[in-house]
């Protein structure tokens, strides 16, 4: 079982009330990942089985359209749950959506298309397993 001893640190990449998203690479193998630490602390008792559920959802799916989860552990020195997910390097849509607005320009039909159809792709792969998603966002989006 992996600690945080076995990451690399790189880039705080998102953040929410009681979660930090880092970019992270496992020393042992070279490669990125996305390293989502929760902190169980501060969560209530259905947060914390919320968490856990959110551990098993993203280990029992794979799909081409939802980021792949790799590990999960507990790190003794933070109090924290850390979840260990592929790292989109593309960032996500809301970021994508910001540059484009800040930089006047626009996203390509296709890019539009492409992203409407992975989208759709994920969520039909949840809702084949008769998941629902509860947080669709474009902060949620990977590119």
């Not at 990942?33 to 856990?52: C, G, R």
């Not at 029992?60 to 979840?83: G, M, Q, V």
């Amino acid at each position: 079982m992996s600690t945080m001893r076995d990451f690399h640190i790189h880039t705080k990449i998102g953040d929410g009330a009681y979660s930090i998203v880092y970019q992270v690479t496992r020393k042992s193998d070279g490669k990125e990942y996305a390293l989502k630490q929760v902190k169980i602390q501060k969560l209530s008792e259905k947060e914390k089985e919320n968490a856990l559920n959110e551990v098993r959802i993203l280990a029992s799916i794979e799909s081409p359209y939802i980021i792949a989860y790799k590990e999960a552990f507990f790190d003794e020195n933070t109090s924290c749950l850390c979840i260990v997910m592929d790292y989109a390097d593309g960032g996500d849509l809301f970021h994508g959506v910001s540059e484009h607005k800040k930089n006047a320009t626009e996203f390509k039909e296709r890019e539009i298309w492409d992203a409407l159809i992975h989208m759709t792709s994920g969520l039909k792969s949840l809702h084949d397993r008769h998941i629902l998603h509860r947080d669709l966002k474009s902060a949620n989006v990977f590119r």
